[in-house]
């Protein structure tokens, strides 16, 4: 017997257009929608047939890209430096592009280059990134990926189990240990972090002790092995705060290569604003601020947020309801 189904009419307007529900973010500016596929192609099924050294090539190292004006720079095959590792990173409509790791150490790091060309940080580059929207997205996409896996092979240069040497395969998304046959494959490291408020919609700002001084930002820390995110929200945040959380709620996720994470979001409440207790090793400041009061710290220079294009960004304009403000010109910023 087949199942009849019906839409809601609650659900759609009257024309018939089905209403997406609101979703995390919708309140501000979010040119890089949480819920689409990536808009390179990873193809995995030609990372081990295609020639990598016919591709157009994005150069990496030591968690830089190289770029010219905030944007990504692709090189031919005959423009680029010799490289000491190519890693397969898709199709971009019907290019293969990949990432190379350039065997000089020293490769863009002129900023008087040939164009202006240089290597940049991914950290640098997010706010730039952010203000090009879905061509910045593709660039975001293209820099993380390239970062996140080139630090992998970076970091992992030998067998785990034997200790000998491995060599890159499948495209660079695989080492092989020929002393036992073993494969190695990348690793991401999840960590959560957690935009909490309390009764009255005041938000926690934090600063880890390792931080530049005026920097905050919200609770965070790693998934450990054998725990959900949820429990990892509630364990991190216990142990750095003593807040005890409810309505734990996902909202996306980043891919944080500095070196080898994925940022898991979520926002959550506390009831008790008054058990706030630091862990003075971790984090050295906390406390809860109104909307107002957070947009004077931050016009002030007082307080330093996260950058733009950061899902910690995110979070925090969108309990702000709106684009944060920028520092005032006269403000002092250290960044
Ligand atoms: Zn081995």
Redesign the pocket.
């Known amino acids: 017997m087949g199942h009849q189904w019906s839409v809601s009419s609650a659900a759609c307007f009257p024309w018939g257009i089905c209403r997406r529900v609101a979703q995390y973010g919708d309140r501000v500016r979010n040119p890089w929608p949480l819920d689409l596929p990536s808009r390179i192609d990873r193809a995995a099924e030609r990372r081990e047939s295609t020639d990598l050294e016919s591709c157009d090539a994005i150069v990496v190292r030591d968690g830089r890209v190289l770029t010219a004006d905030g944007r990504l720079v692709e090189l031919a095959p005959d423009a680029q430096p010799s490289a000491s590792l190519r890693i397969y990173l898709g199709r971009d409509g019907d290019r293969d592009l990949v990432a190379l790791v350039p065997e000089d150490p020293g490769f863009g790091a002129d900023p008087d280059g040939i164009g202006g060309e240089r290597m940049r940080g991914l950290r640098d580059l997010l706010a730039g990134f952010w203000d090009r929207g879905a061509e910045g997205e593709r660039d975001h996409e293209l820099a993380s990926t390239a970062v996140a896996i080139a630090n992998w092979h970076a970091s992992h240069p030998?067998?785990?189990?034997?200790?000998?040497p491995?060599v890159p395969t499948s495209g660079g998304w695989v080492r092989r240990?020929?002393?036992?046959?073993?494969e190695h494959y990348p690793r991401t490291d999840p960590a959560i972090i957690v935009a909490i408020t309390d009764p009255v919609d005041r938000l926690l700002i934090a600063h880890a002790a390792a931080w530049s001084p005026k920097r905050f930002s919200h609770l965070a820390g790693y998934v450990e092995p054998g725990e959900t995110f949820e429990q990892a929200v509630h364990r991190e945040v216990a142990e750095e705060s003593s807040l005890a959380l409810s309505s734990v709620e996902y909202l996306g996720s980043q891919p944080w290569p500095f070196p080898a994470s994925v940022m898991v979001a979520f926002r959550a409440v506390t009831e008790d604003p008054e058990a706030l207790d630091l862990d003075m090793d971790e984090v050295s400041e906390a406390r809860f601020v109104t909307r107002e009061e957070l947009a004077e710290l931050v016009r002030t220079g007082e307080v330093i947020l996260a950058p733009k294009g950061s899902v910690a960004r995110r979070m925090l304009e969108d309990w702000f309801g709106g684009v944060l403000p920028e520092p005032r010109p006269d403000a002092t910023v250290d960044v």
Do not use: M
Not at 158 to 164: D, F
Not at 177 to 182: A, K, S
């Open positions: 030998r067998c785990a189990l034997c200790g000998e491995t240990c020929d002393n036992d046959e073993r």
